[in-house]
């Protein structure tokens, strides 16, 4: 907005202070603004020639003063003029090419005037009769045409807003979808990184699977027959166990003698064949306590010894039962794990490549429209740079014509009012 500064002196309260620039530097004016920074630095080398300075910015200054001056009381001049006789179209029109002339200057401070303009109390006193006499039609003249101004400046601060708004929505849009498509990135890195963690896991799991299966499979070929072995030597143990029984209740007397012999060749050859079992299977420990049963067998009175080592070997059997037993459980259990464990990562691996798909085509989409709502904030931004420069050429000086008719109407008023008038 251009503050419009009246003058102490009455003939001249209706001039403001203006200091034009024209459309071609508007931009560069704004751009001098970054070298303020130099021109500090280089006034610690030009402060000798300081003071010559300043005169000429003071001369500039006021003369720059004077010429908007001039053109405002030219103008009031001109309406003045025109009023009495002129329709508010036709004052319009004059009105609107004295703004085109304002802003087609190529700089405010190079306007020249031939005629140094009356003030408006002088005008105003050399025409008293004319304007006072149709003060009413000329008021309304002025009035209508102070309407179409002010809506017209009305409706450039509008224009203007409205480009800044868009400007700012244009903006916010593509922000938006900057942030949308940088999250849509990061979900896509994310989801890429969780599936080929996945993978290495799915391949690791896969691998011990793969061993604890073939583990499986060899304690499942080689068991069965350890457990067949097991079975078969309790069996054995079990029956001779039996025939001791059958010696121990069998006299002694000479009579009997004979069959008491028998059951034990019998005891004795199935020790035999438990001695070739333990050593088929090298054991050391089993053909140790065969040994010892045998060497007992030939004292009749150590039967009962017999008896606890038999008992003995039959809970080793159950010892090693159970121990094969748990450890085919436990093997089982291991692949079982390990196969949960690899449909797990499995399942990940899907998942988490569906998701990286996925987040990576909606990023694609993204981009598009965010490059799309990026042409649309460049253009925006242009588009209001570029309508906010003609704002402000244009308005300065509707804003001073606004108020130039402002002054003309009241000092109209003040003027005919005034006793002197009527006389």
Known sequence: ??????????????????????PKRARSNRLAVVGGVFLVAMAAVAVLSTQGHHRSTVMTTKATRASTRLSDLTLASRILAAAPKSSSQQMYAMLQQWQDKQVSEDNVRSQMLAVFPKGINTMLQESSSKVCEKKDEIIGKLSSLLEKLTADAIARNLTDAKSFEEKKESLQAWLEEES???????????????????????????????????????????????????????????????????????????????????????????LSKLQQWAQQSNSAVKIQGIKSLEQKLASFTETSAVRTLLQDMLKELDTREQVVKKVEDEAKAEMNSHF????????????????????????????????????????????????????????????????????????????????????
């Not at 251009?2 to 209706?14: G, I, R, T, Y």
């Not at 904030?377 to 209001?384: F, I, L, P, V």
């Open 180 to 270: 949308s498509f940088r999250l849509e990135a990061e979900k896509a890195k994310e989801a890429e990184q969780g599936a080929s963690y996945a993978r290495v896991q799915y391949e690791k799991w896969k691998a011990s699977y793969q061993d604890a299966k073939q583990r499986v499979e060899q304690l499942e070929k080689s068991y069965p027959k350890e457990l067949a072995s097991i079975a078969a030597e309790r069996a054995l143990i079990k029956e001779i166990i039996v025939l001791l029984d059958t010696f121990e209740s069998q006299p002694t007397d000479q009579a009997k003698q004979t069959g008491k012999s028998n059951t034990l060749m019998q005891i004795k050859a199935k």
């Open 340 to 423: 949960d464990k690899l449909v797990h990562y499995e399942k990940d691996v899907v998942d988490l490549s569906n998701a990286a798909d996925k987040a990576k085509e909606v990023s694609a989409q993204t981009d598009m429209e965010r490059e799309k709502l990026n042409g649309l904030k460049k253009n925006s931004a242009e588009s209001y740079e570029d309508e906010h420069d003609e704002y402000e050429t244009v308005a300065p000086p509707a804003e001073r014509a606004i108020y130039i008719l402002q002054v003309i109407i009241e000092k109209i008023r003040s003027f005919c009012a005034a006793p002197s008038a009527s006389a």
């Open 1 to 22: 907005m251009v503050k419009v500064v009246p003058m102490a002196s009455v003939d001249q309260q209706v001039f403001t202070v203006y200091v034009g620039t024209s």
